[in-house]
């Protein structure tokens, strides 16, 4: 079982704290056992968190010794992170733990140095400001998450959901981590970045595609191409790849691709069928194409995905 401390400062954005806690107590491993124990570590045994209070049951020491070590956002950006803070992340950097931000929380990380020399992001609202104060950080402002092995930061708030079940997957594989998500009512993987959200588009006058993304989840095994697409939506193709890409932020293609090489890692974790059988019922036109696409997404082989987070019996 691997241990969480979540990190609780005063200021702390309380909905980015419930995110971390929440997710990763009710994980559960293949065969149902607890896959993490959780921690909220406080700078004080009261810690201040907008509208309310916090009692946080544990000071600093479990940071020593966590796996995983999560820092929420804080609402006010220029308040000066204590020393013994900065001293406990550099520790726990130093001997190996992962380290994860979600939304302003990468001040925190910054500001102890552990950004430097690596890409980072964070909420869009602050990310010239986060910018300008780390020179040695380098930005990416349109992701949801970037990890950087031992490093992850998120962008706004509800960004922390992707990267928790992409560390999630990281260590148990994609069944495991569809079933946090599950949990959560939350989707897996959200395609595109947080740059769809800074600015309210004009509104749609088709409705949503919501229920085509589903149709297309049904027939992934199937020949799909835009013109199909835009033909369900009774749009013209050029109309419906710019709508796809308002209410998504990719491509039709590229949404495609993702969701078939996630159905081949569900296939390759539960069942014992033939790397070119998952490729066939995942939707893709050769095995040899396959295993490219999935290596380009996954970055690991088929065969060596499978090695790692199967389940399934011989």
Known sequence: MRTVAV????????FDLGIACDIFSRVRTV??????????CGESSRVRAGH???????????????????????EDINLAVPSTVK?????????????????????????AGLLDGK??????????????????VTVDPDVLFVDEGNVVTSAGSS?????????????????????AARLAVAPLFRDGGQAQFI??????????????????????????????????????????????????????????LKARVRRAQELLETTSASVDHVAVAAGFDSPVTFRTRFRSVVGLTPSTYRRRFSTASP
């Open 31 to 40: 065969d149902g056992g607890e896959a993490y124990r959780v921690f909220v």
């Open 199 to 256: 600015q309210q588009t004009a509104p749609l006058t088709s409705s949503s595609l919501a229920p085509l993304l589903e149709w297309m989840l049904a027939n992934l095994d199937q020949p799909i191409d835009v013109a199909l697409l835009a033909k369900r939506a009774s749009m013209t193709p050029r109309t419906f790849a710019r709508r796809f890409g308002d209410q998504t932020g990719t491509t039709p293609i590229q949404w495609l």
């Open 7 to 14: 990190l609780a400062l005063h200021g702390v954005v309380s």
């Open 119 to 136: 890409r980072a992001t964070t909420h869009w609202a602050v990310v010239n400001e986060f910018a300008h104060r780390f020179p040695a």
């Open 87 to 111: 001293k406990a992340l550099r520790l726990a950097s130093d001997r190996g733990a992962l380290i994860a931000s979600i939304c302003t929380g990468a001040f925190v990380l910054a500001s």
């Open 52 to 74: 309310f209070d916090i009692h946080a049951p544990w000071r600093l020491e479990p940071m020593m010794d966590a796996d995983i070590l999560i820092v929420p956002g804080v």
């Open 159 to 179: 960004a922390g959901l992707d990267m928790c079940f992409h560390l999630i997957g990281r260590h148990h594989g994609q069944a495991v981590a569809s079933h």
